[in-house]
């Protein structure tokens, strides 16, 4: 014990380093063991998608939309989501719902705000787009 503060006193930096990751370690497995949304493959988004009928929101702009985007997704912002303008999307309340965003990292909050909105199946797509057109995936072009 005696050398571990004798470390920690030679190294007050490091230590501080170590202590913060390792909070943050703790802190993101809880946040993800309690969270209303769960990170999910494009595999396991592949079968929803084919068997359970998952409907796609796609956060990205408008204009990126455009360019390519999963088959039938439903293009809203996660302002629009934020503040519960889902329009067509409210018809889907009991079926998974996998939210795409660029390359998924953007995808955590707005996946939160569906949860709230009574959306029961919420899913983000690992890597997004970015993801999903890197395997070659299938994407539509035009506005849907």
Known sequence: MQEIMQFVSRNMLLSLVWIVLLVAVVVMTFKGMFSKSKVITRAQ?????NKEEAVIVDL???DDFRKGHIIDSVNLTPSEIKDNNLGELEKYKQKPVIVVSANGMEA?????????HGF??????KEGIAGWSGENLPLARGKK
């Open 120 to 125: 029961e199946k919420v899913f983000i797509l």
């Open 108 to 116: 955590g909050k707005p996946a939160e705000h569906l949860a709230q």
């Open 45 to 49: 988004a592949i079968t929803l998608i």
């Open 60 to 62: 990205r702009s408008r």
